[in-house]
């Protein structure tokens, strides 16, 4: 009885949790590692972003930050990288393992995209709906979703998510424009 009522317990401090990661995501520094392939930027926080008990306005305001954070690095590009392509992941229900990622090698980029095992599978969905409109967040990027599988040695699935993509998106995957 005990670990069901703690299991519908609200999650405290939502705000101000919500208020220190947008602090630490304003002090992203994008293109400071233009001579590798790729730099990326995790959520900076625990897991609380992901959890069930976290409201669905707290998750909402992450992706609109996140969103807003990747439109700022799409304006901010410099133009004396040779190939740069900025790409934000939504990691769904798993908020917390969001990224956005910088590409600096373009046969990475490209090849990025493929993933179809044998431990890792992402399957494009079709998309009848859009996930910032959903939720009311305008954004001026498009949008494309993949659901992922993560399969172990025994050939298991060990975790299934869906992959919201927003930014530079390559060319010949069906796009959502918001």
């Not at 690095?73 to 740069?84: H, V, Y």
């Not at 229900?93 to 090698?105: E, G, L, T």
């Amino acid at each position: 009885m005990l670990k069901l009522k703690q299991d519908r317990k609200k999650q405290r401090g939502q705000s101000q949790k919500l208020k220190s990661m947008f602090r630490y995501i304003d002090k992203f520094t994008p293109f400071s590692e233009a001579d590798e392939k790729y730099e990326h930027f995790h959520v900076p926080s625990s897991s609380f972003i992901g959890s069930k008990r976290t409201s669905g306005k707290t998750k909402t305001e992450f992706c609109r930050k996140w969103l807003e954070t990747t439109e700022m690095f799409i304006s901010q590009k410099p133009s004396d990288i040779p190939f740069s392509k900025v790409v934000a992941v939504l990691s769904v229900p798993d908020y917390w393992r969001s990224q956005i990622i910088i590409f600096y090698d373009e046969s990475y980029y490209k090849s990025f995209w493929k993933r179809n095992g044998p431990e890792q599978y992402w399957t494009p969905i079709k998309q009848n709906y859009s996930f910032c409109k959903k939720r009311n967040i305008k954004a001026s990027l498009q949008e494309i979703c993949y659901h992922e599988k993560i399969v172990n040695e025994e050939g298991l699935i060990e975790s299934e998510r869906d992959l919201w993509f927003y930014g530079d998106l390559p060319d010949n995957e069906q796009t959502y424009q918001l």
